[in-house]
């Protein structure tokens, strides 16, 4: 099948829209996923980032990945959305189909802004977890997982290689990190911090994601891969 516009896949933070969307690229055929996070951008910190899921994904074109630095300042919202737009009509006039994904209260909103503008983008899906999900133990494992698969290890060589850059002192469990390996707190504490914060970033995506009544929500348990991504390409077929 031809699509003639983009997708969104986007959601507030542990929402699985990215294991989502590269499922969907897959079973479509033809899709290649566009990164919407802004500290997806930044190379050398995948884990820190949260983007070491995406960057995973070898069989599938991805774009809008590793692309800055780590001095180089973040990428103004509307010129990413311009460049999230050139990128989708690149893959469309290839024959690909462009899938969207992300969470970030900046680009998020900016995307949807344009989208209104001059549509390129139909449909975006929101997910979200199910009523009763458990959201601090998702968060917990998560950053759990992330430990172990070397977190402190590739912050602390980043601070060795880049210690006066903004990305180091701007950015959360990156920030807390840091006081952990200078001893100011301790992994606990670090560990608690971190969490905290993506709770509290949880329910501004939401909130901010909430405002916009073109977005198409579905609830969505990672058990249910599957079934949330069949779903979703009959909604883009209809469409299409």
Same mark, same amino acid.
């Given at each position: 099948?031809?699509?003639?516009?983009?997708?969104?896949?986007?959601?507030?933070?542990?929402?699985?829209?990215?294991?989502?969307?590269? @499922?969907?690229?897959?079973?479509?055929?033809?899709?290649?996923?566009?990164?919407?996070?802004?500290? =997806?951008?930044?190379?050398?910190?995948?884990?820190?980032?949260?983007?070491? %899921?995406?960057?995973?994904?070898? %069989?599938?074109?991805?774009?809008?990945?590793?692309?800055?630095?780590?001095?180089?300042?973040?990428?103004? !919202? *509307?010129?990413?959305?311009?460049?999230?737009?050139?990128?989708?009509?690149?893959?469309?006039?290839?024959? =690909?189909?462009? &899938?969207?994904?992300?969470?970030?209260? !900046?680009?998020?909103?900016?995307?949807?802004?344009?989208?209104?503008?001059?549509?390129? $983008?139909?449909?975006?899906?929101?997910?979200?977890?199910?009523?009763?999900? %458990?959201?601090?133990?998702?968060?917990?494992?998560?950053?759990?997982?992330?430990?172990?698969?070397?977190?402190?290890?590739?912050?602390?060589?980043?601070?060795?290689?880049?210690?006066?850059?903004?990305?180091?002192? %701007?950015?959360?469990?990156?920030?807390? #990190?840091?006081?952990?390996?200078?001893?100011?707190?301790?992994? @606990?504490?670090?560990?608690?911090? &971190?969490?905290?914060?993506?709770?509290?970033?949880?329910?501004?995506?939401? *909130?901010?994601?909430?405002?916009?009544?073109? #977005? #198409?929500?579905? @609830?969505?348990?990672?058990?249910?891969?599957?079934?949330?991504?069949?779903?979703?390409?009959?909604?883009?077929?209809? $469409?299409?």
């Amino acid at each position: 099948m031809r699509y003639r516009t983009a997708i969104a896949i986007i959601g507030s933070t542990t929402s699985g829209k990215t294991k989502v969307a590269f @499922e969907l690229a897959r079973r479509a055929g033809t899709g290649e996923v566009v990164n919407l996070d802004k500290m =997806g951008c930044y190379k050398h910190f995948p884990i820190s980032t949260g983007a070491a %899921d995406a960057l995973s994904e070898r %069989d599938t074109k991805k774009h809008l990945y590793k692309i800055l630095e780590p001095n180089q300042e973040i990428i103004p !919202a *509307e010129t990413f959305i311009e460049m999230v737009r050139k990128e989708c009509t690149q893959i469309l006039s290839g024959g =690909g189909w462009p &899938i969207i994904e992300g969470g970030s209260t !900046a680009y998020c909103p900016a995307l949807l802004m344009a989208n209104r503008q001059v549509e390129f $983008c139909k449909p975006i899906i929101g997910l979200r977890p199910p009523p009763g999900f %458990d959201l601090r133990e998702k968060i917990s494992e998560r950053l759990a997982a992330a430990i172990t698969h070397g977190l402190i290890d590739e912050i602390r060589e980043g601070m060795s290689k880049y210690e006066r850059v903004a990305l180091l002192h %701007d950015t959360p469990t990156i920030i807390q #990190i840091i006081r952990y390996i200078e001893g100011r707190i301790n992994l @606990e504490e670090a560990r608690e911090e &971190i969490i905290s914060y993506f709770l509290n970033y949880a329910r501004k995506q939401t *909130e901010i994601l909430s405002l916009y009544p073109e #977005i #198409i929500w579905m @609830e969505h348990e990672p058990r249910y891969l599957s079934q949330t991504v069949e779903k979703i390409k009959a909604l883009a077929s209809e $469409c299409a």
